[in-house]
């Protein structure tokens, strides 16, 4: 049975959405940033802000290389597991790809002023969002379904899905 992987931008509801979509399923549920910071005893905060952004991608592309083998897993991925190719490969060899997106101004509520993202917390948070998303879509576009969660609770994303599956 296959990996149900779920991809998009940060604050399109991945983590939340997943856990409840494994409890639901009765399967495993791997967060790729909460088993990164568990590995290395850092926040993602922490990571990006002790050995940068080059090295956190180094590390997620090693957990990611390991959850992909596993089998019949939900997997929560952090929004930029699309920039690698490789990643990619590994998710989709072994799983469904679902991509979870949401309106700017939805993101930009959902992660908040004082963001724990390293990438949001910055006062052109809102300009970013806007880069980051457009020059990430097509790689966004590789999944085998997309669901826009703006107006979805997470019970509801996990019921579309479910229909999906
Ligand atoms: C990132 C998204 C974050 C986290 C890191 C980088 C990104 O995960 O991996 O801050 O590049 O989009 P979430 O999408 O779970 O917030």
Redesign the pocket.
Known sequence: MKNIVLI?????G??STGRLLAGRLGRPFID??RKIERETGLT?GEL?AQHGETY?RAR?KAAVARVARYRKAVI??????V?DPDNMRRLRAGGVIICLTATVQVILER?GRRST???LARPDREEIVAR?LAERAPLYGQADFTLDTSDLTPQLTVEKIIAFL
């Open positions: 998009g931008f940060m604050g399109t991945k983590s790729v940033d993602i990006f956190f997620e929560a991925t952090g929004g930029g597991v920039l992660t993202r390293p990438l980051l």
